[in-house]
């Protein structure tokens, strides 16, 4: 992801179509990674999340990626509604003995009717 | 309650002025997050605490800032002589020590205006 403090890039995707947001982490001891939804006004919520012994894991909807070797989490939202427009973040745990997360820097999702 | 609360959810103050912001984390939660989110920018990590160890305050981005927690309950962030380089919403989260669990889950935030 972008270091924090830019403005966050956009993904604009039609309704009806599948989402792809990425996001590339730094810390290759990390073991944990999540994905995290913000809706504007909202603190963010938790969507889903992956260990490092697994490169695929589905929820309703999403799906995460999870790629070791180039250090590549994604978010893979199908059937995009106008309810998922939002931003995204990943977060990743450095494998740290407290477990305090790390966040990217975000991408914004809108969605066109 | 059920999750994290923040209060004031909406803080104006002057210049100069000193706020506190307050944190209700999730009951049992032993991890606590204070986050700073400058308007359409990403999260900006200010400060960590994990039990009864050392807080890790290497996001706090001066002095003016500090951050206590009483326990494993309610944590205050303080802002002193307030700039307007401050204004931002600030987010805390709370979350059990194996994170695996869910991760972190946030409160709403207390959006901060210095004038």
């Known amino acids: ?113 | 309650g059920a999750g994290v609360s923040q209060s004031p959810s909406n803080k104006v103050t002057e210049k100069g002025k000193d706020v506190e912001l307050r944190c209700d984390p999730i009951s049992g939660h032993t991890a606590l997050y204070w986050y700073r989110q400058r308007l359409g920018q990403g999260l900006e990590f200010l400060i960590y605490f994990q039990g009864n160890s050392a807080p890790d305050k290497s996001g706090l981005p001066s002095d003016r800032f500090s951050a206590e927690r009483t326990g494993e309950s309610v944590s205050t962030l303080t802002i002193q002589r307030t700039q307007q380089e401050d204004s931002a919403v600030y987010l805390c989260a709370s979350s059990l020590i194996e994170v695996g669990a869910g991760g972190s889950f946030f409160g709403p935030g207390t959006r901060l205006t210095v004038l």
């Open chain 1, 1 to 113: 992801g972008e270091s924090v403090g830019l403005h966050l890039p956009t993904l604009s995707v039609q309704e009806g179509d599948n989402s792809i947001i990425n996001c590339a982490y730094s810390n290759s001891a990390s073991d944990y990674f999540i994905w995290y939804k913000q809706e504007s006004g909202k603190g963010p919520q938790f969507i889903i999340d992956i260990r490092s012994n697994m490169d695929k894991r589905q929820g309703q909807r999403v799906t995460v990626l999870l790629n070791k070797t180039v250090k590549h989490l994604s978010l893979q939202i199908a059937a995009t509604q106008p309810g998922d427009s939002a931003v995204y973040f990943c977060a990743e745990n450095g494998n740290n003995a407290g477990n305090m997360l790390t966040f990217g820097g975000g991408t914004r999702l809108m969605v066109k009717p």
